[in-house]
């Protein structure tokens, strides 16, 4: 075991944190005030990230990216959550790993333009009925002649509306298993502008100001069996195979913006004095603070330990689930007690808190709500018993 | 204890009140930060008609001579209103009823019928619940009262047209005082107006004091009173609190029960899932403890509670009912899964609203303070008996 940063992971670790608090920091309170990400603010974030080397560094070296590996990336994504999620997953794009299970011919139109920053990808799966139940989903994908023939409805697409293509799942057949009927699933690609296929704005939303989410409709959308990404009725395998640790990246941004904070929080405890001294002297506020850096370094262990057992290839589902679910319970405790601390300074727009305890509640319910872990942590426990 | 038939014709006024009056205004409220004027005179013109005004109040000064059961049912119905639309349902600050009587016909009697809002001012950059630190003084200038100061968070005052200031005369902390001023009087001016994380009809802006000129007719009781009639005024504010705190968690519950009967995922209820099935357990036994807490304060303040006991449990009142309400809309939110971060479901907003709760009139810590002060002045038994 070592728990010391590599000279490089160092490095990457700096660069990021310089990034978000120069670059990103300054746009905030706009970007939360109007809800939105202006269009030029975007391209002009976006060079920049590009020609600071963080854009779609998630991504392997063959494809242009940097090529980390899972412990670095997993550094460099908490760096990038300490901010709003507007800025740091628009402008500093994290292209989907899926897209490594692009054939050549896709990659040269999909992949690698994605990691250029000349395309933005999206990825559909939920629909109004199927959340994590995924088998369960209604959108159908029938074969007629060369072309596949998608219908049905999509929703809480993230950032689909700024988006040159979908990856979306869609039901294309059904199998016998022991509990019943089982959808099996496709995966495809589908252009922004296929006849067919419209973008609908989504919810308002209590997390993420400016970072949008959409409903997506299929309707008789006609595409190439060209655009299929991966074998028929291997949507799952695909996903499996190459959608990667994104219960780690939850993990990790949700790990930067609770330490972003926890250091409100500490500065402000030391700064604000009541009944005339410095509130950090009072008990009831200074075992807060021990209690939130306690469960902060819990969750960063965990975290990083999964990370390397990802790298090691030993990862189990139960192990990112756990790091999921205990960073986003992590940063929902840490973001609540930050604002306890500030009293009412802390519901105001002015800090950051309000917005991170406003953004740390998604964290419980997207990628699988902490329930939806529980289960996969508990089934990974049980099965060997035949439990 | 059980409510009378009164009691039962009180709560299904102010619940049809509150869902056919207050209900269909929420969302331009949450969209718009605002409700149009004449929406706004519908309202305050309903709550004359369905004799909700001035509920705090005696009939002989034009209230509604509630008991105090009645007007935490009151309070519990209309707080299930979403964006602070409660507020509208007038209630003069109860230590009027302690005024001069040319005081009460100028300002408590015109404050029941809904012709004038006053607001409560006590907060400071460096005072809050510790009152002695307040920096706004009182001087006496022949018959007149020179106030100077800067207060925080004044709520309401962006539509009151007359507020309470706690000040201390010569600048000495033990001759604490309240005066009734004119919102619009000359030096007094509204500053800064921060943006709260829940919205709503209030603003809390900052207020400046600059040599603000009020006659002796302005003063409330006398001058060392202040202290008890800002207490007063923390008490009733407190037991308000607790009450739309339960109306909060009770709507919550109410509208997460219904989604998990309804919704199903992996062919089954959400309400068959055990995790579920705990989760609507721990939100009724949270409810049914909050709202008996409450209200058996209320009924031994109706039978003649001692005003420092009353202190006492009020806090008791605030701390828990804030505290489990916003565990139940956190749990209710969670069972919502996605559609519970949506502003467009009532669990989105009441997150938002309920999370101030356990901050204004006192922070759950002061709360804390204040039940340990008195479990060392009067003994454990003031909390642990039943009287």
């Known amino acids: ?168 799942y869609c039901a294309s057949g059904e199998e016998d298993t022991p509990r019943g009927k089982k959808k099996l699933i496709t995966s495809f690609i589908v252009d922004t502008g296929t006849p067919g296929y419209t973008i609908r704005d989504g919810y308002r939303n209590v997390s993420h100001r400016g970072y949008t989410n959409s409903i997506l409709e299929f309707d008789n959308c006609r595409i190439p069996d060209g655009q299929r990404l991966g074998g028929v009725h291997k949507g799952f395998q695909v996903a499996n195979d190459w959608l990667g640790a994104t219960r780690l990246q939850v993990a990790a941004t949700c790990l930067g913006r609770a330490e972003r904070a926890f250091d409100h929080a500490l500065q402000w405890s030391v700064d604000r004095q009541q009944f005339g001294q410095q509130i950090s002297k009072f008990q009831g506020v200074s075992f807060k603070l021990a209690d939130m850096a306690m469960e902060m370094k819990a969750a960063n262990l965990l975290t990083m330990e999964a990370a390397w057992k990802y790298d090691n290839g030993t990862v189990t589902e139960a192990d990112m689930a756990i790091a999921k679910l205990k960073a986003s319970e992590v940063l929902a405790m840490v973001a609540d007690e930050a604002i306890q601390i500030h009293g009412g300074m802390g519901v105001m727009d002015e800090l950051p808190l309000e917005r991170i305890w406003r953004d740390a509640r998604i964290e419980r319910i997207w990628e699988g709500t902490s329930e939806i872990q529980r289960h996969i942590i508990s089934r990974e426990l049980l099965r060997p018993l035949g439990g | 204890m059980a409510l009378t038939p009164t009691d039962r014709e009180v709560r299904d006024r102010a619940r049809a009140f509150t869902q056919s009056r207050l209900f269909p205004h929420e969302m331009e409220m949450d969209e718009t930060g605002t409700l149009r004027p004449e929406v706004v005179k519908a309202i305050e013109q309903a709550v004359r008609d369905t004799r909700l005004n001035g509920v705090n109040h005696t009939a002989q000064v034009g209230g509604q001579g509630m008991t105090m059961v009645q007007q935490c049912i009151v309070n519990e119905e209309c707080g299930k209103a979403t964006g602070e639309l409660w507020a509208y349902v007038n209630q003069p600050p109860l230590p009027l009823r302690d005024a001069a009587s040319d005081q009460i016909e100028r300002f408590l009697k015109p404050a029941c019928r809904g012709e004038l809002h006053i607001a409560y001012s006590i907060t400071e950059a460096n005072a809050g619940s510790d009152t002695s630190a307040v920096t706004t003084t009182a001087l006496k200038d022949g018959n007149d009262w020179v106030l100077n100061g800067e207060k925080w968070f004044v709520s309401g005052i962006n539509y009151c047209q007359l507020v309470m200031i706690h000040a201390h005369v010569d600048g000495d902390p033990d001759k604490p005082a309240v005066f009734i001023v004119d919102s619009d009087s000359p030096g007094l001016t509204i500053g800064h107006s921060p943006r709260f994380m829940m919205g709503g009809v209030d603003e809390h802006p900052e207020v400046t004091l600059k040599s603000v000129r009020v006659g002796d007719d302005r003063l409330l009781g006398n001058v060392g009173g202040g202290l008890d009639i800002t207490k007063d005024w923390f008490v009733e504010a407190r037991l308000a609190i607790a009450s739309r705190c339960c109306g909060m968690g009770v709507r919550a519950a109410e509208e997460a029960t219904s989604f998990v009967m309804n919704r199903k995922q992996f062919g089954t209820r959400l309400a068959d899932f055990q995790g579920v099935e705990f989760m609507l357990a721990d939100m009724a036994t949270r409810i049914l403890a909050a709202k008996s807490l409450l209200y058996r304060i209320a009924a031994e303040i109706d039978a003649g509670l001692d005003r420092k006991l009353i202190h006492a449990k009020a806090s ?43 901050i204004w009139e006192g922070t759950s810590e002061i709360q804390k303070l204040i039940i340990a002060g008195q479990i060392k002045k009067r003994g454990l038994s003031i909390y642990s008996e039943l009287s």
């Open chain 1, 1 to 168: 075991m070592d728990f010391n940063l590599t000279e490089e992971q160092r490095m990457i670790v700096e660069t990021t944190r310089a990034f978000v608090e120069n670059e990103l920091y300054p746009h905030e309170a706009e970007v939360e005030r109007s809800g939105e990400l202006r269009r030029d603010l975007y391209e002009e974030l976006k060079a920049k990230a590009i020609e600071a080397g963080l854009y779609a560094a998630n991504m392997p070296e063959e494809v242009g990216g940097a090529g980390l590996d899972t412990q670095t990336w997993v550094l460099y994504e908490k760096e990038l959550g300490r901010t709003n999620y507007a800025l740091h997953w628009n402008c500093v794009a994290r292209p989907s790993n899926i897209l490594m299970a692009c054939n050549e011919e896709q990659r040269e139109r999909y992949t690698l333009p994605c990691v250029r920053g000349e395309k933005i990808d999206c990825m559909a799966m939920t629909e109004p009925g199927a959340g994590s139940d995924l088998r369960g989903m209604k959108a159908t994908a029938t074969k007629d002649g060369d072309d596949w023939v998608l219908n049905g409805t999509k929703h809480f697409i993230s950032h689909a509306d700024v988006s040159d293509f979908v990856i979306v």
């Open chain 2, 316 to 358: 008791a009142a605030k701390l828990y009912c804030s505290e489990e309400m916003g565990r139940v809309v956190d749990t209710a939110l969670q069972l919502h899964g996605g559609r519970g971060v949506i502003r467009d479901y009532a669990v989105e907003r009441l997150y938002r609203d309920i999370r101030v709760e356990r």
